[in-house]
């Protein structure tokens, strides 16, 4: 087992034969651990990967570590082009986030493979560690961590006065939008106007091997009397780990015209 460090990355390569003698074992398995970073705020997102080369024809599983200590996502599994003794490669990976400050220990897992014919064998993969530092003095010990935007939209700009219109709200990015707190809407959009919100839908996606995530709050809306409804733009802070300071996002104000009569 070696473990070398990368740039910001952490790489940890562990190697085991299949017993069989020569160089050229093509029923070896190769095991890879690596972080994509090293150190990260706490709530950064860090991305792990588990790659195991592996004979032709067998299948690999992986048993994950219970990630104490982080928010854990999946990302998609991936299937890599053989090397040069034939060898295919499984990728396996998920987004962390980690919820405290510290040094954070990854613990070792367990890859299962199963190979042709239905002889299984268990892999040892080794565990990780992680640097993880507190937020700079000024910023929020709760702040959302990551880069992050947000848009607003109205389920029409037409309403009869009476009736509901639909606001959207959708939080987004690489941070940890699960902890945002619904946006009180009633200062943005003035009296006379009823708000009833639903419950916060979380969403996990991928863009360029990184967890995406969406937090989507919804609202309707009910004017008391006609007119413009205009709902002001939705503001949320966040720490920026590349520039290290607080940024906000903010959607664009959306207008509505409620009339009166059929």
Known sequence: ???????????VVLAVASGAAGGDDAGAVEVQVALDRAEVFVHEQV?????????????ASWEPPPFDGFWAERLGTRGLAPDERGRPSTEFRRALFPTRTGEIEIDDSRLLLVAEGGVERGVRVPGARLRVRALPSGVPADALVGQLEVR????????????????TIELSGEGNVWDAPPPAL???VGDGVEVFP??????IGESAGRATTRRTFRYALVPARAGQLRVEPIRFSYFDPQSGQLALAASA????????GS
């Open 253 to 260: 104000p959306q207008l509505c015209s409620v009339f009166a």
């Open 198 to 203: 639903e419950p916060p839908l979380l969403s």
């Open 152 to 167: 607003a939209a109205l389920g029409d700009d037409r309403l009869r006065l009476g009736k509901a219109v639909s606001l």
């Open 1 to 11: 087992e070696r473990v070398t460090s990368r740039g910001a990355a952490l790489l």
């Open 186 to 188: 009633e200062p943005l």
């Open 47 to 59: 991305v792990l990967s588990v790659r195991v080369r592996h004979p032709a024809g067998a299948r």
